[in-house]
């Protein structure tokens, strides 16, 4: 195996009872992430290799979705079938560790808000001892593990709560369930682990009590409440996700963002944004997408994995995805901008265009209902109102082809595979089934007919019609009219 300084083991076995819910706890999703992505991404940012995921309930998904969270990454998974205690997570994860010497940090898969700093703070800490912990001092401490110290301080012992004496039961001091400890020392004291206690488990925390007895006690590290508890029911779901959402909020808004309404914005982890940029409310920016500097994203817009130039305005409502929009770019409000679109600079997309597999050439417009489609757009062209690219015979997806300084006429049907050449121009209302050569006209619509007086004896025609219909018995009318 390797040699890297330190390996993870995360423990997501549990089922979750209390989330009441077909999926496995550390699947559910928080900010957009399943909760176990947080402590992975945690021992990854440690360079802990392998990081062995325990998993139990629901495993298949569990490594299906993190393995294409983290691709490339260190991830390892071992099975634990029965849960018989967090002592028995940890052992499950051994054979996978066979040989591994140097530190393992041993997290939980539904703590979600842990910091890197206080993952730092904990893995110094722990350098000279067997075993480092996180501690806690919650509010009420009822159901926790105690931290229970001798008389100069040093930590004897861990006791969970249904173990523990009403002198114990009093201590503030609790364990927060996150672990750094020697590989050698932990696999040889887990050996030693009963379950003879008040729930019957094989419990972790003996690690505590057994380092105590080497003579070099346990440390202790106290971090925030607020980052070390654990997410166990759909209340907690919702409240660490908002502590997620307004971490990242505050963490943008110090580097430059603008957030009118940062309580409505949702700001994925891997999002990249731009001095300057301002994000109006119910903004949601999903998976890797970068806003360049001094961009505003209107209203309700949701843009995913996207790459949005510098000065760029979305005005509200518009959605992308996988799409590319150049430096001062104008879009919507009302536009979609499907996978494969690639605007350059200054391009104008307006309310209800809808883009797709389309590049389109510096200062291109579409700025009112049309369909642009498997489309390649020179620049300075204007494809005017209700345009559609007809770019589906039923069986294959076909190119249209703009040069520069095309001007396409509103209501316009483009029937690919077809080509326009530079500067030419088609005619409002046309069926375009032929290539149009550079700077030519194509006009398809039929030869206007015009009636004079034709709605003045429309008219008459109708007023007699009325009249017929009130006054006279039906067969009379049918007489007259074929008469006339
Ligand atoms: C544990 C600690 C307790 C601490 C608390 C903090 C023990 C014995 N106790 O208690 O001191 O105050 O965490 O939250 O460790 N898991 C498995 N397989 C198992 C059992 C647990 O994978 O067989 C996983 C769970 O999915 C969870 C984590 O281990 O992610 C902790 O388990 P949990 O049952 O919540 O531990 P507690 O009994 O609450
Ligand atoms: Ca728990």
């Known amino acids: 195996m390797k040699k890297s ?16 819910s077909g999926l496995s706890k550390v699947l559910h999703e928080a ?11 945690r021992a990854l940012e440690l360079r802990c290799d392998p990081v062995v995921v325990v998993v139990g309930h629901q495993g298949d998904e569990v490594r299906a979705r993190l393995e294409a969270l983290f691709p490339g990454a260190p991830l390892k998974f071992a099975v634990q079938k029965e849960q018989k205690g967090t002592a028995h997570a940890v052992l499950a994860a051994r054979r996978t560790l066979a040989g591994y010497e140097g530190r393992v940090l041993i997290l939980s898969g539904d703590v979600p808000l842990l910091t890197g700093e206080t993952m730092r703070t904990l893995t110094q800490a722990g350098r ?11 509010a009420d401490p009822t159901g926790y ?15 969970e709560h249904k173990d523990a004496s009403a002198e ?15 590989a050698a020392f932990l696999w040889k004291a887990l050996k030693g682990v009963g379950t003879a206690n008040a729930q019957g488990e094989y419990y972790l925390t003996d690690l505590v009590a057994a380092a105590a007895r080497t003579g070099k006690p346990a440390v202790a590290v106290e971090a925030k409440v607020e980052e070390v508890s654990g997410v166990n029911d759909r209340v907690e779901l919702a409240a660490a996700a908002q502590v997620l959402r307004r971490r990242l909020a505050e963490r943008w808004m110090r580097e430059g ?11 994925d982890e891997e999002v990249e944004l731009g001095a300057d940029v301002t994000l109006e409310p119910n903004v949601r920016l999903v998976g890797a997408t970068r806003i360049g500097a001094g961009s505003r ?5 949701v843009i995913e994995a996207s790459t949005v130039g510098a000065s760029v305005t979305v005005k509200p409502y518009s959605v992308f995805e996988d799409a590319v929009v150049g430096d001062r770019a104008q879009i919507g409000p009302f536009a979609r901008l499907r996978p494969g679109t690639v605007l350059a600079e200054e391009v104008h997309i307006g309310n209800f265009v809808e883009t797709k597999k389309t590049t389109m050439g510096r200062g291109s417009k579409a700025n009112h209902l049309a369909y642009v489609g498997d489309a390649t757009v020179g620049a300075r062209c204007n494809i005017g109102a209700g345009t559609i690219t007809c770019n589906y015979d039923g069986v294959n997806k076909l190119p249209t082809v703009l040069g520069d300084g095309v001007f396409i006429g509103s209501d316009t049907q483009l029937v690919a595979p077809v080509t326009v050449g530079d500067g030419a121009y088609v005619g409002a209302g046309s069926t375009v089934v032929k ?3 550079a700077g030519a006209l194509a006009l398809s619509r039929a030869e206007q007919v015009v009636k004079e007086g034709w709605v003045e004896r429309r008219k008459a025609g109708q007023g007699r019609a009325k009249g017929r219909k009130t006054a006279q018995p039906r067969k009379a009318a049918n007489r007259r009219t074929r008469r006339s």
């Open 5 to 20: 300084a330190r390996a993870a083991i995360v423990l997501a076995a549990g089922k979750g009872t209390r989330m009441k």
């Open 145 to 159: 593990g105690r931290v229970v110290r001798d008389e100069r301080g040093r930590v004897g012992a861990i006791v």
């Open 168 to 182: 114990q039961r009093a201590i503030g001091e609790c364990n927060a369930g996150l672990y750094d400890c020697d």
């Open 435 to 437: 290539d149009v050569p």
């Open 257 to 267: 963002v603008t957030m009118l309404d940062p309580v409505s914005t949702y700001i």
């Open 297 to 301: 994203i209107g209203f309700g817009s």
């Open 128 to 138: 000279k001892n067997p075993v480092a912990f996180l501690s806690m001092r919650p």
């Open 31 to 41: 900010n957009g992430k399943p909760l176990a992505w947080y402590p992975v991404r």
